[in-house]
């Protein structure tokens, strides 16, 4: 799976947890895009944090399920 993240303005910062947590600016983080490799079976949730080049804040959950 790959994530990107921009606006008009270009590439943005994205700040992610891989647990659901809530991410913030302190979190992991990847500039534009990152590839994510999937894990073992069962839920998860890649959530991300992102403000855009106007200073607005974004939030967004991926969700996912491995099921074998």
């Known amino acids: 799976m790959v994530i990107e993240a921009s606006d008009a303005d270009g590439p943005l910062t ?8 809530l991410p913030d600016r302190g979190s992991a983080r990847f500039d534009g895009s990152a590839p994510f490799e999937l894990g073992e079976d069962g839920n998860h ?7 855009d080049h106007a200073g607005g804040e974004h939030y967004q959950a991926f969700p996912y399920a491995i099921v074998r």
């Open 14 to 21: 994205v700040h992610y947890s891989r647990d659901g947590s």
């Open 45 to 51: 949730v890649i959530a991300c944090y992102a403000v």
